[in-house]
């Protein structure tokens, strides 16, 4: 995930695009960017790093102009030079810069089409460049020399038909306006919503609802899976659906792990889905072990705290906080490297012995994916002096990679991988692991919107719907991707970088 603004406004867009990203921070850690247009004047910063850091006041006072983008990044390909930031920019036609959240999955071929066919050069590994220039291509054959509404969704419906994967995308045509859209399965968020102010309506885009409330939008609706918005720099708005066959699969990880619980995703309060995990994960608990013997749950910071309360309410067990978060410390599953994510789950969380002293206790999370976190808590429980230490899992087991970005590209990192329910709960050293079935986490987010035929639940199942998934591209993505390949790059970058600084067509100041 990453995560990605856009704002047509009366007065500078610059600090409301601010304040959106850090309200967006949750879903990318690495790298942050804003780009504002002013007339025919673009105004860029980007680089690695938190929002707060990467944009000093010197840099928010020369971003000017009543439209803009923003984005937060969550390298899901490529690499996390600062070089990979986004926004990207093309400057023909019009001048293009572009913010995309989701992972395409032919983002290989189209980079050698774009260079034979199209005669585009690409000056970075990153999917998302590849993705602005195949939509620029599509525009600049339209040859106009003011492009109209009709013309941009002309273009994004080449887009769809080109490209392959997830993604969710904001774009600014300089001068014009501010574009989004949503790949034809809709596996990505991106809703829209507009405010009043004395000057006129402004209209905002984003990847998660919370960024507009947050701001005094009101929430419009989601885009539809195809469909795209235009909002030209006046404040007119046109929407249009750009694919043949449009299909809603949203990404079930989002309700999971990835949204904020205050966010409303395709009509489903995330908050609600997830207090509906944590019912259904009690019912089966008890199920499957009426007689049991917990005296307390206890949830893992942040993520699991809400599915945690309801479970412990169903089972009518107490809930209590037994892990304090460190707040100055980031997620840890959407760090880099797995060296850093095991450091920061013992800097970041800390045990309240007397909850744990004696006790049995059942530790929830939304999810485990490598098992690096219940790893360190349960050693922290037992530590702390529980008795018995149990585990659930408000999610089923996570077995499959991911390819429509999130960073699980590995399935042999994937601690539930081939193994059975009783080896991971050797593994991770717990007295007892329960895990959701997948008909209940499908169920627990359906109800908020029944309309939703299919959740894009590949990593429980397996099941691809968007691109031509096959096994020599799980293989390829598995040896690209794959921890150790990353660390090595990332040293290989951290040395040059120490050495000469970043040589790139962006250098970061
Ligand atoms: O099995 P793992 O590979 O450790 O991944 C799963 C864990 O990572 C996430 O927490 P994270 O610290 O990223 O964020 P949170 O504070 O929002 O829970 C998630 O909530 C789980 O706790
Ligand atoms: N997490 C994401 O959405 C990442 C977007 C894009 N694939 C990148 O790596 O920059
Ligand atoms: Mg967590």
């Known amino acids: 995930m990453c995560g990605i603004v856009g704002i047509v406004g009366h007065s500078n867009v610059n600090q409301s695009i601010y304040d959106a990203l850090t309200v967006l921070q949750h879903r990318g850690q690495d790298a942050a960017g804003i780009v504002t247009c002013d007339g025919d004047r673009l105004f860029l910063r980007k680089d690695n790093g938190m929002v707060r850091d990467v944009f000093r006041t010197r840099h928010m006072r020369r971003l000017v102009g009543n439209m803009g983008i923003g984005h937060v990044r969550y390298p899901t390909a490529g690499s996390s030079s600062s070089a990979e930031a986004q926004p990207f920019y093309v400057n023909s036609p019009y001048g293009i810069t572009l913010a995309h959240n989701g992972n395409l999955t032919n983002s290989a071929a189209l980079a050698e089409d774009i260079f034979r066919a199209d005669l585009r050069h690409i000056n970075t590994t990153s999917d998302s460049e590849v993705l602005l220039n195949v939509f620029a291509h ?3 054959t339209l040859g106009k020399l003011m492009p109209q509404p009709e013309d941009i969704f002309s273009a994004v419906r080449r887009v769809h038909e080109r490209v392959e994967g997830a993604y969710a995308v904001v774009a600014m045509i300089t001068g014009y306006g501010i574009l989004a ?5 809709g596996v990505r968020p991106v809703c829209f919503g507009k405010r009043e102010t004395d ?3 402004e209209y905002m885009v984003a990847s ?3 960024a507009l409330s947050g701001l005094g939008f009101h ?3 989601d885009l539809a899976p195809g469909e795209a918005i235009y909002i030209t720099s006046q404040g007119e708005i046109f929407t249009q659906q750009c694919a043949d066959n449009p299909r809603l699969n949203p990404c079930i990880f989002e309700h999971v792990y990835l949204a904020r619980p205050d966010s409303i995703i395709d009509d489903i309060s995330v908050y609600k889905a997830r207090l509906r995990m944590g019912e259904k994960l009690a019912e089966k608990l008890l199920r499957e072990w009426p007689d049991h013997d917990i005296d307390v749950v206890i949830p893992i910071p942040d993520t699991s705290r809400t599915s945690a309360l309801q479970l412990a309410n169903t089972l009518d067990v107490k809930f209590r906080e037994g892990f304090i978060k460190n707040r100055y410390i980031g997620r840890t599953f959407i760090m880099p490297g797995q060296q850093q994510r095991k450091k920061s789950v013992r800097q970041k969380l800390n045990a309240i012995e007397l909850e744990f002293s004696g006790k049995n206790v059942l530790l929830v999370d939304d999810s485990i994916v490598r098992g690096t976190t219940c790893n360190e808590i349960i050693q922290m429980a037992r530590e702390a002096g529980a008795n018995k230490v149990y585990f659930a899992s408000a999610a089923p087991p996570v077995q499959f990679p991911n390819v429509y970005g999130i960073d699980m590209p590995a399935a042999n990192e994937l601690i539930a991988h081939g193994r059975s329910v009783e080896e991971i709960c050797a593994l991770i ?11 209940d986490l499908v169920d627990a987010c359906r109800e908020g919107n029944p309309a939703i035929e299919q959740f894009e639940c590949s990593v429980f199942d397996g099941n691809y719907v968007a691109g031509n998934i096959s096994r020599d591209y799980l293989d390829y993505l598995e040896r690209l991707r794959n921890d150790a390949s990353k660390h090595k790059r990332d040293r290989e970058r951290a040395a040059a970088l120490a050495e000469n600084g ?3 067509l962006h250098n970061a100041e």
């Open 138 to 140: 599509e525009l600049q």
């Open 181 to 185: 859209f949503r790949d034809p399965y």
């Open 199 to 201: 000057k006129g309506t």
């Open 208 to 210: 998660e609802s919370v």
């Open 219 to 221: 929430l419009e609706r």
């Open 429 to 439: 050293g717990a007295d007892k692991l329960i895990y959701q079935d997948l008909q």
């Open 502 to 504: 970043i040589i790139d």
